[in-house]
């Protein structure tokens, strides 16, 4: 049997990137604009919420020597400094529709900075996974032992997962987990609604239900209780 890795136990930390993979590169908000439909309103979006973009550090074979895959060959740690108290996720997917590898976000605001990142098969990326805000003068921790690129990307994602991890899961099996739970989030919404709304005693009964069975699902998937 498999056993699950309960991601809520783990402590929220930063890591300690290599120095071998430093870029510090700075990067134009307008680079951002030539790639995708990037709308009015997103660009306004841009010049409100960021006030600097670092593409910080490339963690590839040669910056530290793990082999990548055809699906993850590197991965990119963009820091972006926000104007005010945060960056939206809309901002984030325009920064990482225009790179083709997936991202590690650093986002910082006066004295505190959190991570975020979105599995990314595709060009698209899904939904954004985040840690707490944390103090940016605190410790930060080593990267997590890997064996590869793609085992070093599941692992920075699994503790910001919203979610129960499974020992071996690769991101594809932790974004799955991940959308499950937010469709039962919805569909608990939407029962929730009509149990409100619905006059009948049995057709109540029944919703209730449906509902305990939902709730149960969605505990299993986040170690939460209903």
């Known amino acids: 049997m498999v056993e699950p890795v309960d991601t809520s136990a783990i402590s929220p930390r930063l890591y300690r990137w290599p120095d071998s993979a430093r870029y510090g590169k700075a990067v134009p908000k307008t680079k951002f604009y030539e790639h995708g439909k990037v709308n009015t309103a997103l660009r306004e979006r841009f010049v409100a919420e960021v006030q600097r973009i670092t593409w910080a550090y490339k963690i590839a074979e040669p910056t530290v020597n793990l082999p990548g895959s055809a699906a993850v ?4 740690v963009f820091e972006v400094e926000a104007k005010g108290d945060d960056v939206s996720d809309m901002v984030l997917a325009a920064i990482d529709k225009a790179v083709k590898t997936p991202v590690i976000f650093e986002l910082s ?12 098969a595709t060009a698209r990326p899904g ?13 930060r ?3 997590p032992p890997a064996i590869n690129i793609p085992s070093l990307y599941g692992a920075l994602l699994a503790p910001l997962a919203p ?11 932790i974004a799955e987990r991940v959308e499950a739970a937010r469709k039962l989030q919805r ?5 929730v609604s009509k149990l409100r709304s619905e006059p009948q005693l049995n057709r109540k009964v029944e919703l209730r239900r449906t509902l305990k069975t939902k709730q149960a ?6 170690r939460t209780t209903p």
């Open 187 to 191: 569909e608990i919404a939407a029962l």
């Open 109 to 120: 605001r006066v004295g505190e900075v959190r991570m975020a990142a979105a599995h990314k």
């Open 141 to 143: 921790a080593p990267l």
């Open 217 to 222: 699902a969605l505990a299993g998937l986040t």
């Open 73 to 76: 060959p590197e991965i990119q």
């Open 163 to 173: 979610v129960v991890v499974q020992a071996g899961d690769d991101v594809g099996a």
């Open 127 to 139: 939904a954004y996974f985040t840690s707490p805000w944390l103090p940016v003068e605190g410790d």
